[in-house]
């Protein structure tokens, strides 16, 4: 019996349709209505074109399909030279395999590699930073307990160093046993959760569903490293298990500053506080400051990470901006520009504290599961700002950014202008808040007459812009004056003191 099928299809597929049945022993008749307005069909299964779904090219044919109608996985299309479908090998055999013909380059089929310098995260670069000295970076790194680490600790001393906590008592940080695994964080985010995973030897970014990462990540033998670094749980079951260090919930502005239960701002409410980083031995992070200048809060559940830390100095802030944007910077080792680049070891059940704008690279010389995030705060706006311009000016993309930044900025603005009005009237000095709302207010007068050409983001409703910026201004005047006045009477007392030495 012959069955008439009426489908309507791109012309982009209708030879190979037509091979298809050609080459079949099917009694079922294609007859194939061209139409180009329709909608195109790909692959074996017949459907449209899903840009969720990841696709293969065939080299032979040029027909599309999905990887999991082939049994391709995403992950491993880049070692693929030329792929072949199931019916184009019977004309030309089957898929051919890249071969490795180097170690030291991200193209590790490039047969020509061997004048070439060594890129970062291969093997040959992981291989040589491990046999590399750094100085200790225990002179710059700061220990407390616990329950040494509070509000009041930061606004007297600052947060412009590292802060490392050998335990979790005191921290207010909640975290499961040391047991859990990437297979119990699979079950609690879902098979089928999407994973931006890097692959280190090439240094880029594939996509793979967490089924396929807990079994590459549990096999005993694998021929890849790779690294989840972005994988941002906030709005899972996960979410429920981990809490922030106290000191992050109390600095953090989105924790306290972004509005609760608004309907118009709640769904666009920066996720950044709760990641699960999950990486292979020998996974590689080159240099890089946090997106927006944030600060980090950084806690080893199992495993081991090294630490690459750099000073956010003028200086090798400059060297940084230069560095992004050179031609060859996987080839330069950025701790090598710099004067000083320190060593830390980061072991399981620590927790370390990163400041606003230090440049660092992760080396992870063992498996390990982290969870951490990234925060903006009070400490530090003038460097946060810094930094955001910074990402501007190297054309950093808007998925590595930090979401709605400026919109974040404006709702901190009230609160920043009742601390300092506070803090005036009090006679207490906050030098921090009077620099950080000097920043401030600059940045938002910019940010409000450039608003109309859609540069940057809406100004919330209910802020009133101009009595906003006029109110910090003032504020800022009358800190500074009092800071004036409180040199002078300090000066004076040196004097008066220095009479009365013998």
């Not at 490392?164 to 040391?178: A, E, H, I, K």
């Not at 609760?260 to 992070?285: G, H, R, W």
């Not at 400026?406 to 009005?421: C, D, G, K």
Request: with cysteine.
């Amino acid at each position: 019996m012959i069955h008439l099928i009426i489908i309507e299809v791109d012309s982009a597929i209708l030879s190979s349709w037509w091979s298809s049945y050609h080459n079949s022993r099917s009694s079922t008749l294609l007859v194939v209505v061209q139409n180009m307005a329709s909608r195109t069909v790909y692959c074996i299964c017949g459907e449209p074109y899903d840009s969720v779904r990841f696709m293969i090219q065939c080299d032979s044919c040029k027909d599309w399909y999905h990887g999991s109608c082939v049994n391709v996985k995403e992950h491993e299309a880049s070692d693929i030279e030329k792929y072949h479908c199931v019916q184009c090998q019977k004309i030309v055999g089957p898929s051919v395999l890249r071969e490795v013909k180097n170690y030291h380059r991200h193209d590790y089929g490039d047969g020509n590699a061997d004048g070439k310098a060594v890129q970062s995260g291969t093997s040959v670069f992981v291989k040589e930073l491990r046999s590399r000295h750094f100085k200790s970076a225990d002179e710059i790194v700061i220990r407390l307990r616990g329950p040494q680490l509070s509000l009041p600790y930061l606004v007297q001393n600052g947060f412009n160093y590292p802060i490392l906590v050998d335990s979790t008592v005191g921290l207010g940080l909640q975290m499961p046993s040391d047991s859990f695994t990437v297979s119990d964080v699979m079950d609690y985010i879902g098979p089928n959760f999407p994973l931006d995973v890097i692959d280190v030897a090439r240094q880029e970014n594939i996509r793979m569903p967490m089924s396929e990462w807990v079994e590459y990540f549990n096999s005993p033998v694998r021929n890849k490293v790779y690294n989840v670094i972005s994988l941002e749980f906030s709005k899972t079951r996960l979410s429920e298990l981990i809490k922030p260090p106290s000191i992050v919930q109390k600095l953090s502005w989105v924790e306290n500053y972004w509005p609760k239960n608004s309907e118009a701002y709640t769904p666009f409410c920066p996720q950044v506080m709760k990641y699960c980083l999950m990486s292979a031995q020998d996974s590689y992070t080159d240099f890089h400051i946090d997106f927006g200048g944030t600060s980090v809060w950084y806690h080893i559940l199992r495993g081991e990470k090294i630490f690459f830390l750099i000073q956010p100095t003028p200086a090798n802030l400059a060297l940084y901006e230069h560095w992004m944007a050179s031609s060859n910077q996987s080839e330069t080792f950025f701790g090598d520009q710099v004067d000083v680049c320190y060593q830390m070891t980061l072991t399981q059940g620590q927790t370390m504290f990163i400041p606003t704008g230090w440049i660092h690279a992760v080396l992870t010389p063992d498996d390990s599961l982290v969870f951490g995030g990234n925060f903006l705060h009070s400490l530090n706006i003038s460097v946060q700002l810094h930094i955001h311009e910074m990402e501007k000016r190297i054309n950093t993309p808007e998925k590595y950014k930090f979401p709605t930044f400026e919109t974040v900025h404006w709702f901190a603005a009230p609160y920043i202008l009742e601390q300092l009005r506070d803090s005036n009237v009090s006679k207490r000095e906050m030098n921090y808040l009077v620099t950080g709302a000097k920043a401030l207010v600059s940045v938002l007068k910019i940010w409000s007459s450039d608003s109309q050409n859609h540069k940057h983001d809406d100004v919330p409703p209910g802020i009133n812009v101009t009595k906003l910026i006029k109110d910090l201004m003032k504020e800022v005047r009358v800190a500074e004056e009092k800071y004036k006045l409180n040199l002078q009477n300090f000066a004076f007392t040196m004097e008066v003191l220095v009479d009365f030495l013998p």
